[in-house]
């Protein structure tokens, strides 16, 4: 059916699934070209990825990072929200600390009326939220990447995210949460990809609530705000996120001051003053757990880790500020975590982790970064199990003299070649879309 308006003299056709000038067909096309064996067919997959996973939360993790868990866990069972910070020595921001506040309040009322931290049940339900972040985020990957390609891109895409030993390893088995963190990056990502920059930055401000990494693509998204809309938008979203910022922070500050929160950034920071704190970056040449305060040259450690960093962001930033390319933030977010990784001191070895999703979506775009994914899975892998054995057993790791340098010097090679695929054309990545929408059985539409 074709509706014609009158306006003035003059008349406007409109074809079939166009609403004020807007072509919605191709849209609808898109998303709902996905077949219910499709759909069945990601929902296994996730559901098989979760099952592996809860599988997995029954082995020993790290167990200075779960008994951390357990004691806040408990610990705002009984101080409550607002006296928390005051009650427990915790130097995590607050939005982890409402879920472990969630996961205590389950476990009391459906499992412990006794609060019994060292059960294993316990152990399991503190690594389940991250666990689920894990699946949520292999999700978003493969809604991200259909937007551009193939369900069948899409769905390999969502699959080596949600079986990669590392990231697994990571959040079932060591206990760490990073994957909630890197859950709300890569939705913010993808709405601020889809043009919507107040979602964009509440996802953000949400990630910050959760880990001070997330404070890394802060820059990012500053400088492509600007460069694609006004001004006033700019301000807008900036008082929005720092709104919902404060609001989730502010019941644990009501007998306090929230600034006492920006003292907490800057503590977690300072209380390890080292070079590297167990990763294999560029500062592991020299040795693990050395004084960030040595000199190079004319500056110490910790000044070179900020002058490169620097230098990387500069550089990034010119890049993608040629390009009129939306997606390419998503290589330009995982450049800044393998910067962020390998040229600052005081670097956890699980702080690669927010690598892996924004390059699992650069990836379907760019093939080559594909080798950098599998490589950079088995470096972190090694890094991880490397870390949790020597805590477990106080025994130094076999070859540790030989092998430390090596894998750092594979994680140095593959962050350059990083660099180098961002910088090249982007001319092959169209040729690979539009072959992927040719084979999706998705016809393009032209108003």
């Known amino acids: 059916m074709v509706s014609q308006l009158n306006v003035g003299d003059g008349s406007i056709t409109l074809k079939p699934f166009q609403i004020t000038g807007k072509d919605i067909k191709s849209k609808i096309n898109t998303w709902f070209s996905i077949t219910r064996n499709q759909y069945i067919s990601v929902a296994f997959i996730l559901f098989f990825a979760f099952l592996v996973r809860m599988y997995l939360s029954k082995l020993e993790g790290f167990e200075f990072d779960i008994s951390l868990f357990r004691t806040w866990s408990r610990g705002i069972h009984f101080t409550g929200i607002s006296d928390f910070y005051h009650g427990v020595k915790s130097d995590y921001p607050p939005l982890y600390i409402y879920i472990l506040w969630a996961v205590g309040a389950f476990y009391e009322l459906f499992i412990s009326s006794s609060f019994d931290i060292q059960s294993p049940v316990f152990t399991i339900l503190l690594k389940t939220p991250a666990i689920i972040a894990d699946i949520a985020t292999a999700l978003l990957i493969f809604l991200i990447v259909r937007k551009y390609g193939s369900f069948r891109l899409a769905i390999l895409c969502m699959t080596v995210y949600a079986f990669n030993p590392a990231i697994i390893y990571n959040s079932a088995i060591w206990g760490q949460v990073d994957s909630v963190y890197t859950l709300f990056l890569m ?74 929160l920006f003292r907490l950034y800057f503590s977690s920071y300072t209380q390890y003053p080292f070079n590297s704190l167990n990763a294999l970056n560029i500062w592991a040449f020299g040795g693990l757990f050395q004084p960030d305060n040595k000199m190079f040259l004319f500056l110490t450690y910790r000044l070179w880790g900020y002058l490169l960093f620097s230098l990387l962001f500069i550089y990034v930033a010119y890049i993608i500020t040629e ?17 962020f990784f390998m040229l600052f001191t005081r670097i956890h070895e699980r702080y690669l982790f927010s690598l892996f999703a924004p390059l699992a979506v650069a990836m379907a775009l760019d093939r080559r970064l594909s080798y950098v994914y599998l490589s950079a899975t088995i ?37 350059i070649y990083t660099i180098y695929c961002f910088s090249s054309d982007l001319n092959s990545l169209k040729v690979d879309i539009k072959h992927s929408i040719k084979h999706s059985g998705i016809k393009k539409h032209h108003e």
């Open 187 to 260: 939705f913010a990502l993808m709405e601020f990809v889809s043009g919507k920059p107040m979602i964009a930055g509440t996802s953000l401000a949400l990630g910050i609530l959760t880990k001070p990494q997330s404070l890394v693509l802060v820059p990012l998204f500053a400088l492509i705000m600007l460069k694609k809309h006004s001004l006033l938008t700019f301000v807008k979203v900036s008082i929005a996120s720092f709104t919902v910022f404060v609001l989730v922070a502010l019941p644990f500050y009501l007998h306090t001051s929230i600034f006492e």
């Open 323 to 339: 390009r009129k390319d939306d997606r390419s933030i998503y290589i330009a977010s995982a450049i800044l975590f393998f910067g």
């Open 379 to 415: 470096t972190f892998l090694f890094n991880l199990h490397f870390v949790l054995e020597e805590s477990k057993t106080g025994i130094a790791f076999a070859n540790r003299q030989f092998l430390i340098p090596l894998i750092a010097g594979i994680n140095l090679i593959l962050f």
